[in-house]
């Protein structure tokens, strides 16, 4: 009734000792003394309990899940959330606009931290919406096994102040090398935005399992509903709805719906920069999100 999983005392957050058992007692004194333990007690086990150390707080009078249940979310300590660095962009079909907003991501979240765009695709867009041309993923097949930090940034490409970008045309990456590049990318900035082809792509789907935050973008047009219907799309996932107002999609909620600008993009398109506008507006909220998942 407590959602309690019984393990060994080296996997364990929490120990439950039952100072009137003398075996319990006993294989207490074993546990390490950092962790954390709530102890059962009668009216003659009080004062043992208090000779141990063991704070009031800690103390249990009865086996009872209404009593153990405070007691144990007393002594747990607090549960450390894990700050989102790496966010893996992609869709069900291609031509939704996933480079777009990666571009329009980066730029804003750049400005708060250091950030890296990897291109999964090799289809040289996102570079393109950067204003750069970013150096080719060939120029990396060789050190596939023994990618490191210090090598991704010789080929990183600078967009803007505390921006930059890897990998380019003429073509993807292995999964092999994805995979090291990445790797090599959480230790050398403080956000990783991925560049992903669709689901079905085997470099995405190595990827989607290690990266701490997967987008899924995808219209909603009877092709693209088909497609994402029969993709692999992760329980966890951001469900992005491109030039739609749209709540759900497939049955799942929407959690952002990016609106219809094709004024503002085909402006864009004459001299790449960060879209403003509807579109514009968006995507600040979702950057922003982002930067607060990234505290």
């Not at 364990?12 to 962790?35: F, K, N």
């Not at 867009?125 to 990618?147: A, M, P, Q, R």
């Not at 994402?228 to 992005?240: G, H, K, Q």
Request: hydrophobic fraction near 50%; glycine fraction near 8%.
């Amino acid at each position: 009734m407590l959602g309690l999983i019984s393990v060994d005392a080296a996997q364990a957050d929490i120990a439950l000792v039952d100072l009137r058992d003398a075996e319990a007692t006993s294989r207490a004194a074993t546990l390490a003394p950092e962790l954390p333990r709530v102890v059962v007690v009668g009216d003659e086990q009080v004062a043992l309990a208090g000779a141990l150390g063991v704070p009031s707080r800690s103390v249990a009078r009865s086996c009872e899940p209404a009593v153990l249940g405070p007691l144990i979310a007393a002594t747990l300590p607090p549960a450390k959330r894990g700050s989102t660095r790496s966010i893996l962009v992609t869709s069900a079909r291609g031509g939704v606009g996933r480079s777009l907003l990666v571009a329009n991501l980066a730029r804003r979240l750049a400005l708060l931290r250091a950030t890296l765009c990897v291109d999964l695709t090799g289809d040289g867009t996102l570079s393109w919406w950067l204003g750069v041309t970013s150096g080719s993923w060939s120029d990396l097949e060789d050190l596939t096994d023994e990618l490191t930090a210090e090598h991704l940034g010789v080929v990183a490409t600078e967009a803007a102040p505390g921006l930059r970008i890897v990998g380019g045309p003429p073509h993807a990456p292995s999964v092999q090398l994805a995979q090291s590049a990445f790797r090599a990318a959480l230790e050398l900035s403080e956000i990783v935005l991925l560049d992903a082809p669709t689901l079905a792509d085997e470099r995405t789907r190595r990827l989607t399992g290690a990266v701490d935050r997967v987008i899924v973008m995808s219209y909603d047009d009877p092709i693209s509903i088909a497609a994402l219907a029969s993709a692999d799309v992760p329980d966890e996932a951001w469900l992005i709805a491109s030039q739609s107002v749209s709540a759900s999609l497939t049955g799942r909620d929407v959690f952002r719906a990016l609106p219809r600008a094709e004024g503002a993009i085909a402006a864009a398109t004459s001299r790449p920069s960060a879209l403003g506008g509807a579109i514009g507006k968006a995507y600040d909220e979702l950057a922003e999100i982002i930067a607060i998942d990234a505290t």
